[in-house]
């Protein structure tokens, strides 16, 4: 079976499995707990804006990094919900905030 077959296959039995959980209050209080997650990235983007010395952070992952979550992001617009959409604009901005910091100090 292809890759994406299985991975539709696993996914249909997750969600038919888990839509009782996601169409109660607390269930959908948790599945808007992914627009927290770019928050947690707050703490490196302001090291990279503040830290003395950020050579660390200069290497190639920042810009492969938006590359990848402008993809991921574009997946979701056409095959996602709200809050997919929102955090990986997030996730979009927290990366690009880091690889522009890099570049101007």
Do not use: C
Not at 15 to 25: D, S
Request: charged share 10%.
């Amino acid at each position: 079976m292809p890759i994406s077959k299985t991975v539709d296959s696993v996914s249909a039995r997750i969600a038919e499995a888990t839509l009782p959980f996601v169409q109660t209050r607390i269930g959908k209080l948790f599945l808007s707990v992914v627009i927290v997650g770019p928050l947690t990235f707050l703490p490196t983007v302001y090291v990279a804006w503040t830290a003395s010395n950020i050579d660390s952070l200069r290497t190639l992952t920042w810009p492969l990094m938006i590359v990848v979550n402008i993809s991921a992001t574009l997946g979701v617009i056409h095959n996602g919900d709200w809050r997919m959409r929102l955090t990986m604009l997030i996730w979009v901005l927290m990366m690009a905030a880091v690889f522009i910091a890099t570049l101007v100090r």
